[in-house]
Protein backbone atom coordinates (compact mmCIF):
# COMPACT_ATOMS: atom_id res chain seq x y z
CA UNK A 1 0.00 0.00 0.00
CA UNK A 2 2.53 2.34 0.93
CA UNK A 3 4.49 1.75 -2.67
CA UNK A 4 1.13 2.59 -3.89
CA UNK A 5 1.12 5.99 -2.32
CA UNK A 6 4.63 7.10 -3.27
CA UNK A 7 4.07 5.49 -6.66
CA UNK A 8 0.49 8.36 -6.69
CA UNK A 9 2.72 10.94 -5.10
CA UNK A 10 5.44 11.28 -7.65
CA UNK A 11 3.00 11.11 -10.58
CA UNK A 12 0.93 13.74 -9.01
CA UNK A 13 4.34 15.97 -8.60
CA UNK A 14 5.10 15.34 -12.28
CA UNK A 15 1.88 16.46 -13.41
CA UNK A 16 2.00 19.52 -11.21
CA UNK A 17 5.74 20.59 -12.91
CA UNK A 18 4.36 19.75 -16.16
CA UNK A 19 1.17 21.90 -15.54
CA UNK A 20 3.51 25.05 -14.10
CA UNK A 21 5.53 24.75 -16.98
CA UNK A 22 2.23 24.93 -19.48
CA UNK A 23 1.14 27.70 -18.18
CA UNK A 24 4.71 29.71 -17.96
CA UNK A 25 5.11 28.91 -21.35
CA UNK A 26 1.70 30.43 -22.20
CA UNK A 27 1.94 33.47 -20.49
CA UNK A 28 4.82 34.36 -22.48
CA UNK A 29 3.29 33.69 -25.55
CA UNK A 30 0.38 36.09 -24.78
CA UNK A 31 2.91 39.09 -24.25
CA UNK A 32 4.48 38.23 -27.63
CA UNK A 33 4.18 41.44 -30.41
CA UNK A 34 2.03 39.74 -33.24
CA UNK A 35 4.53 40.42 -35.28
CA UNK A 36 7.07 39.13 -33.77
CA UNK A 37 4.51 35.72 -32.98
CA UNK A 38 4.42 35.95 -36.86
CA UNK A 39 7.87 36.25 -37.56
CA UNK A 40 8.47 32.67 -35.47
CA UNK A 41 5.39 30.55 -36.73
CA UNK A 42 6.42 31.67 -40.20
CA UNK A 43 3.20 33.43 -41.04
CA UNK A 44 4.39 35.83 -42.89
CA UNK A 45 6.66 36.74 -46.63
CA UNK A 46 9.02 39.25 -47.49
CA UNK A 47 9.51 41.05 -50.27
CA UNK A 48 12.91 43.31 -51.07
CA UNK A 49 11.89 46.48 -52.95
CA UNK A 50 13.77 49.46 -53.85
CA UNK A 51 11.82 53.11 -53.29
CA UNK A 52 11.70 54.64 -55.87
CA UNK A 53 9.12 57.81 -55.11
CA UNK A 54 8.36 59.71 -51.82
CA UNK A 55 5.20 62.11 -51.32
CA UNK A 56 4.73 63.04 -47.89
CA UNK A 57 4.00 59.51 -46.01
CA UNK A 58 2.92 58.10 -49.40
CA UNK A 59 5.86 55.85 -50.83
CA UNK A 60 6.31 53.99 -53.99
CA UNK A 61 8.61 51.30 -54.84
CA UNK A 62 9.90 48.72 -56.96
CA UNK A 63 11.44 45.03 -56.40
CA UNK A 64 14.69 44.40 -57.27
CA UNK A 65 13.87 42.18 -60.30
CA UNK A 66 11.91 45.17 -61.62
CA UNK A 67 8.58 42.73 -61.53
CA UNK A 68 6.36 44.00 -58.65
CA UNK A 69 5.90 47.74 -57.72
CA UNK A 70 4.91 48.32 -53.93
CA UNK A 71 3.04 51.55 -52.72
CA UNK A 72 2.34 52.14 -48.94
CA UNK A 73 1.93 54.64 -46.48
CA UNK A 74 3.45 54.73 -43.21
CA UNK A 75 0.26 55.12 -41.28
CA UNK A 76 -0.85 51.76 -42.43
CA UNK A 77 2.13 49.88 -41.53
CA UNK A 78 1.16 48.08 -38.59
CA UNK A 79 4.57 47.95 -36.77
CA UNK A 80 6.41 51.27 -36.90
CA UNK A 81 9.30 52.09 -39.12
CA UNK A 82 12.43 53.60 -36.92
CA UNK A 83 14.69 54.96 -39.67
CA UNK A 84 13.71 57.59 -42.13
CA UNK A 85 13.48 56.00 -45.34
CA UNK A 86 14.56 58.02 -48.71
CA UNK A 87 14.53 57.55 -52.02
CA UNK A 88 16.98 54.89 -53.69
CA UNK A 89 16.55 53.06 -50.43
CA UNK A 90 16.43 49.34 -50.11
CA UNK A 91 14.01 47.53 -47.90
CA UNK A 92 12.26 45.08 -46.83
CA UNK A 93 8.27 44.47 -46.67
CA UNK A 94 6.54 42.10 -44.66
CA UNK A 95 3.33 40.70 -45.26
CA UNK A 96 0.90 38.10 -44.04
CA UNK A 97 1.23 34.75 -46.20
CA UNK A 98 -2.24 34.13 -46.65
CA UNK A 99 -3.86 37.56 -47.11
CA UNK A 100 -1.83 40.59 -48.89
CA UNK A 101 -4.85 42.70 -48.61
CA UNK A 102 -4.58 43.13 -44.78
CA UNK A 103 -1.43 45.78 -45.68
CA UNK A 104 2.21 45.54 -45.08
CA UNK A 105 3.53 44.36 -41.32
CA UNK A 106 6.12 45.64 -41.04
CA UNK A 107 8.95 47.63 -43.05
CA UNK A 108 12.52 47.41 -42.21
CA UNK A 109 15.35 49.63 -43.82
CA UNK A 110 18.33 47.48 -45.17
CA UNK A 111 21.85 48.53 -45.73
CA UNK A 112 22.76 49.15 -49.28
Request: hydrophobic share 40%; glycine share 4%.
Amino acid sequence: MKRKLIILFLLLCIFLILFINFEKSHEKQAVTNPIEESESLGLYKTFTYIITDISGNEYSGQSVDGKTKIHFNLENVKQPITEKINVNDKILAYVETTNHVNGILKIEKLDK
